[in-house]
């Protein structure tokens, strides 16, 4: 293996729809960041996957769609790896849609010793923003999650996980912002600049925290970290459509099945 290995995948998507002067607006926005550093073995092999997607359609008036997708994993001297997903979407006018998905993954693939540990500090933050004009006629949510993931490579059983997912929605009374993490995972939440209700609501919130896993006998383990975020606006007349972005669900995509044991989940509810 070299001593130092950099894999970088960024991925760029818009879609932009205009049909006649505009009326009131709306705007979605979510953004996901996390960082994985100061890991302390060495990866046989790491990978990084990206993908983005956007949707936009106006009968009258206009829509804009953007999402960026970036991850990056870096072996040397300090292994880290970090990856951030975008979707921002803006819409106005009397009948329009505008989504925008955006997900990045990073993987890495360790053989770990009897009586060794795997440990790893990381940070993470999802800031999320759902703005409307008019309750009545326009609509405008934010979903976001992120996780990391350390999975046994053979028998894919999940020794560890941690997971922070948000979603906001300009019609509902359904906001959260939740997380869950598995028992040898220590970390801090901070959200103190999240906001529910009324015509713009928001979620600001920050996360540092650390893995810690002894291994008792040789462990061949997958490293795997995800963001994924989504943006969407529309007219409340403009009909749902059913995934017009075609992305698979964020679960299916990564493959794997929640099967983590003394799970610690707590919501996080501001009114």
């Known amino acids: 293996m070299k001593d130092f290995q950099w894999f970088l995948t960024p991925l760029v998507t818009s879609s932009i729809f205009v049909a006649s002067p505009s009326l009131a607006a709306t705007l979605a926005s979510s953004v996901g960041e996390l960082s994985l550093h100061n890991i302390n073995q060495i990866p046989q092999d790491v990978a990084t996957l990206t993908d983005t ?10 829509t804009t769609a953007l999402a960026q997708a970036q991850a990056e994993f870096i072996v040397g001297a300090s292994t880290s790896a970090s990856l951030n997903s ?15 998905d955006s997900i990045s993954q990073a993987f ?9 540990f795997f440990t790893l500090d990381f940070t993470a933050s999802l800031n999320l923003e759902a703005s409307i004009d008019a309750l009545q006629s326009e609509s405008a949510s934010a979903i976001g999650n992120l996780s990391l993931f350390l999975i046994d490579s053979t028998t894919q059983s999940i020794y560890e996980s941690f997971s922070l997912f948000s979603f906001l929605d300009s019609q509902g009374d359904n ?9 040898d995972i220590t970390f801090t939440l901070d959200s103190s600049g999240t906001s529910f209700g009324g015509t713009q609501e928001v979620i600001n919130a920050s996360v540092e925290g650390s893995l810690e896993h002894l291994f008792t006998s040789s462990t061949n383990l997958t490293l795997l ?5 989504q943006a969407s606006v529309s007219s409340v007349k403009t009909p749902e459509s059913s995934n017009p972005l075609g992305l698979l669900s964020f679960f299916s995509l990564i493959g794997i099945s929640f099967g983590v044991k003394s799970i610690k989940r707590q919501a996080v509810r501001v009114r």
Do not use: K, M, P
């Open 86 to 100: 975008d979707s921002t979407s803006f819409g106005e006018g009397a009948i329009y849609q505008g989504i925008a």
């Open 175 to 183: 906001d959260y912002l939740d997380y869950q993490a598995s028992q």
């Open 225 to 229: 970290a995800v963001t994924r975020n």
């Open 53 to 62: 997607n956007t949707f936009a359609t106006a009968e009258i008036g206009s």
């Open 108 to 116: 890495g693939n360790f053989s770990v010793e009897a009586n060794q």
